[in-house]
């Protein structure tokens, strides 16, 4: 038995699910058969809609206001799935020389959009590049870690995909411009981030509040972190939780550790770990809360359906599974063209 909360937000979907007694765990199968084309419809019989609100006033809830979502006509955007316009792309990326002309346009655009919206992306890359990041690498990785091949190939723009020092030193920076995008009508990155982040927090915590057994919040996994922004929200938002941030990058989790050094102590120090998501080694049943956030959309589907069946076994019983990504189905999405989403959202596999 699982309960399901759903909510969209502008470009973005949040599925929540929450384990319901030790049977959970077997009832995953049955989900796996929905997973079969595109980010994940973790949908049981029983769903409830979650009401998004975006504050300006922290956590007080005062001053909030409704996020309206807006669908598309489509099912998706004409440059993705299955469509005569999506084969073309697919053909002009695999074309190599084209590529890489295309990917430079892209990263251009990107950059140049987040500096024309007071995101620093060149500032904050060169500050991590120029730091002593590198020194977290070694307590970071895993060397006896097998990579998926799928982890192994070109991904957003850059050769070497997450496996690379300037894709960990970008990340922060391309995860600000894209919340920025997504929330277009919002006045400042702060706001955008409220609604994004604020809304995505908030709903994890009533629903958490609404279906667990005992409504305290002991261990929280991010299953892949990146360089550990969602990660740090969770942490802030759950003081008392003892919060792990998981990914394979270990480049990604040596600029998170690095960043979570130079902040204020917490209570609760944040744990990272080099691991794959489909087989993360974690203890059963270890979970109170679980997250994976913007990682199915850039997964096959193989991958997924292991993820899903790893976090049901994480989870303790009466624990929160929440899943964020973005909506092939937002307006904001469908009408955003494919060179400012080539480099930030181009999928290995759609």
């Known amino acids: 038995m699982a309960f399901c909360a759903q ?20 009832n995953v199968g049955g989900h796996h058969d929905s997973l079969r084309r595109r980010a994940p419809k973790i949908r049981a019989k029983s769903r409830m809609m979650v009401k998004m609100t975006a504050s300006t006033s922290g956590s007080s809830g005062q001053g ?25 792309v697919g053909a002009l990326i695999s074309f190599r020389p084209l590529f890489s002309i295309m990917k430079f346009g892209a990263r251009q655009v990107l950059i140049s959009t ?38 192994l190939n070109p991904f957003h723009a850059y050769d070497e995909g997450n ?5 960990a030193a970008e990340a922060e920076a391309a995860t600000m411009s894209m919340m920025r995008r997504a929330i277009p009508y919002a006045s400042s990155l702060d706001e955008a981030n409220q609604v994004v982040r604020g809304n995505w927090l ?22 892949g972190c990146s360089v550990g922004v969602s990660t740090r929200c969770l942490a ?24 979570e050094k130079k902040s204020s102590p917490r209570m609760n120090p944040i744990c990272w770990v080099h691991a794959n998501g489909e087989s993360t080694g974690l203890p059963s049943k270890s979970s109170d809360i679980l997250s994976i956030a913007y990682v199915f959309h850039e997964c096959p589907e193989r991958a997924i359906k292991n993820m899903v069946r790893e976090a049901f076994r994480l989870l303790r019983p009466g624990g929160t599974f929440a899943i964020t990504d973005n909506s092939p189905k937002s307006k904001i999405l469908q009408a955003s063209s494919l060179l400012r989403f080539l480099f930030s959202a181009y999928s290995l596999c759609d």
């Open 202 to 223: 908030n709903a994890i915590e009533e629903h958490h509040q609404k279906y667990s057994e005992d409504n305290i919040v002991r261990q929280i996994l991010d299953i």
């Open 163 to 167: 496996l690379s020092w300037l894709a």
């Open 236 to 259: 802030d938002k759950f003081p008392n939780a003892r919060v792990t941030g998981l990914d394979l990058s270990p480049y990604f989790l040596a600029v998170a550790q690095y960043k």
């Open 114 to 151: 987040a500096e024309k919206t007071n995101i620093p992306w060149r500032e904050m890359t060169r500050q991590i590049l120029e730091s002593d990041v590198y020194k977290e690498m070694g307590s970071i990785e895993d060397p006896s870690l097998v990579y998926p091949d799928y982890y």
């Open 64 to 88: 909030s206001s409704t996020v309206a979502f807006e669908e598309g006509q489509l099912e998706r955007p004409r440059w993705t799935g299955e469509t005569p316009l999506s084969r073309l």
């Open 7 to 26: 909510s969209k937000l502008s470009n973005l979907n949040l599925w929540i699910k929450t384990s319901v007694g030790s049977s959970s765990s077997d």
